[in-house]
């Protein structure tokens, strides 16, 4: 099976669910139903990792330490691009070493995405120009202060191409939508009942099309 590379970024003051939860649902996705296939890699379509400026070990929000796979300069070619957010974000936005970074994985990834204020740094990297995006509930004024977004609120998560999510726990939502989106909803809904993630209500995402 040609698995596709999920690469999630994480830094310093990043918020735990945000990088973890997608994680988990994408390393966990399995083709074949059922505990056992979760056994072995034999049916992931993902192969899921961290990537980090450094190879230092990341302070993540609540004092967790997390130890990066890989650093920006080794890391693979990435094919899902995940930005999560945190109070990390806002030094990021900042820092053109990261931003260039991001902007060249995202130019080569075939979905890139983002999770609570990670929308910020992809609005800083340029890459939410003229497109619709959310974040967290209160990072919604932030985010329209970034030229060229089109805030959309009160949506867990919005598909305008680049693919944006609310707030921590929206994330998961956001990767089970992936799923459904590469996969088919009996894959995703098969993962979260694995999990045992009640999905809710299935959301139609906020089109791209500029007709109407």
Known sequence: ????????????????????????????????????????????????????????????????????????????????????????????????????????????????????????VLARAGLLDGRRATTHWAALDLLRAQPGVEVVADQRWVDDGVISSAGVSAGMDMAFYVVEKLLGKEVADETAHYIDYPRGARQIPVSADRSR
Do not use: K, N
């Open 1 to 120: 099976m040609t698995r596709r590379s999920v690469g999630i970024v994480i830094f310093d003051d990043v918020e735990v669910l945000d990088f973890a939860g997608p994680f988990e649902v994408f390393s966990r996705t399995r083709t074949s139903p059922g505990s056992a296939s979760r056994r072995t890699d034999e049916t992931a379509p993902f192969e899921v990792f961290t990537v980090a400026r450094t190879a230092e070990p990341v302070r993540a929000t609540g004092g967790l330490r997390v130890i990066p796979l890989h650093a920006f300069a080794d890391a693979p070619r990435i094919d899902l691009l995940v930005v999560p957010g945190g109070f990390g974000t806002r030094p990021l936005l900042e820092q053109e070493e990261v931003l260039e970074w991001i902007r060249a994985r995202a130019a080569d990834a075939e979905l890139v995405t983002s999770v609570c204020t990670g929308a910020l």
